[in-house]
């Protein structure tokens, strides 16, 4: 599962996921990439489920680019614990994923299998998502 190897800091604070993907909005290696439409927190099992997903579809062929990468701690308190005591354990990692910002590329494949396969990939995540091709203009989704 991906994770950091280190950090400076065990537990960070919620943030803020306002306005839209300023980095990473861009195509840059692929044909065809899945685009967040909405934000949120995805977490490094969705990441791990979609790329299985998208490289069963490819049957051994293509390339994938995963774009995004889970650096920020989740915390989780106990159930049926008192209020006090701080901050929860870290339970797993996230990665912030704001509107336009492009989750995974693939290349190599012909229309019809990339379509499926980033269609079936977009059920693992928990936020909305499109799929836009290289050569389509800005603001259409496939």
Known sequence: MLMPKRVKWRKTMRGRMTGVSLRGAEMTS???????????????????????TIVRAM??????????????????RPPETRMGKGKGSVEYYVAVVRPGRIMF??????????????????????????????????????
């Open 30 to 52: 692929g044909e065809y990439a899945l685009q967040a439409v909405e934000p949120g927190w995805v977490t490094a099992r969705q990441i791990e489920a979609s790329r299985r």
């Open 59 to 76: 049957k051994r062929h293509g390339k994938v680019w995963i774009r995004i990468f889970p650096d920020k701690p989740y915390t989780h």
């Open 105 to 142: 590329e693939i290349s190599g494949l012909d229309h019809d299998e990339a379509l499926e396969a980033l269609k079936q990939a977009a059920y693992k995540f928990s936020i909305k998502t499109r799929i836009i091709a290289r050569n389509q203009p800005a603001g259409e989704s496939l």
